[in-house]
Structures are given as C-alpha cells and as structure tokens.
C-alpha cells in the first residue's frame, strides 16, 4: 500500500530557506522518478521539481530554478526539497509523488499524501 507524508513545512518570510520532507512506502519511491508539486489556492497542481530513480538528473520549473534543489535518499525512501529565497508566490500546499504526466496531475485516481503548507510572507 502505497504512503506519502510531507512534512517540514511553515511560515516564513520572504527570503528566508526551508527543507521539505516526504517519506514513502510502498514500490512507490524504488521503482520511479520523484516530483514535488504545488497546489496554491483556486489554482491546479503544478510540478515543482522532479529527480530520476537514480537521482543523477534532476528538472526544475523555470519559477524555482536557482532556488530550489530537490534530492533523495534511496535507502531512507525520502526525497526532500530544499528551498532558499523564498518569495510570496511560492506559498502553497507542497505534495510529493512519482513523476505524473499531465492526464495523471488532475486525476481523482491517483493517491496524494496531505501535503504540507507553506506560507511565505513579506
């Protein structure tokens, strides 16, 4: 059975770093590409950042290019999302998940964690 917990989410203010936490189980994590994504308020889901099984490549959305790193620990099924210069428009509600194309992003079949929430202000 598949499971995904974020965590290390907050309130920060603008410019300021945060570490963010998933731990899965399941086949979820050793057999796949990883992403974090980001749902803000009355808008869709978006990928964030992604990293391959091995985690030698990793993609990143041009918004968080530069600022955001993403990694992962095989032996712990963790991945983690690390964020600098945090600015008011990256507050949202952070999820991980394997690497979804676009018909999976908005299906109501595919498992989501809680999420984790996190707030930059000015």
């Known amino acids: 059975q598949v499971q995904l917990v974020e965590s290390g989410g907050g309130l920060v203010q603008a410019g300021e770093s945060l570490r963010l936490s998933c731990a899965a189980s399941g086949n979820i994590f050793s057999f796949n590409a990883m992403a974090w994504y980001r749902q803000a308020p009355g808008k869709q889901r978006d990928l964030v950042a992604s990293i391959t099984r091995s985690g030698g490549t990793t993609n990143y959305a041009d918004s968080v290019k530069g600022r955001f790193t993403i990694s992962r620990d095989n032996a712990k099924n963790t991945v983690y999302l690390q964020m600098n210069s945090l600015k008011p428009e990256d507050t949202a509600v952070y999820y991980c998940?394997?690497?979804?194309?676009?018909?999976?992003?908005?299906?109501?079949?595919?498992?989501w964690g809680q999420g984790t929430q996190v707030t930059v202000s000015t």
């Open positions: 998940n394997r690497v979804l194309d676009s018909v999976q992003l908005i299906s109501t079949r595919i498992y």
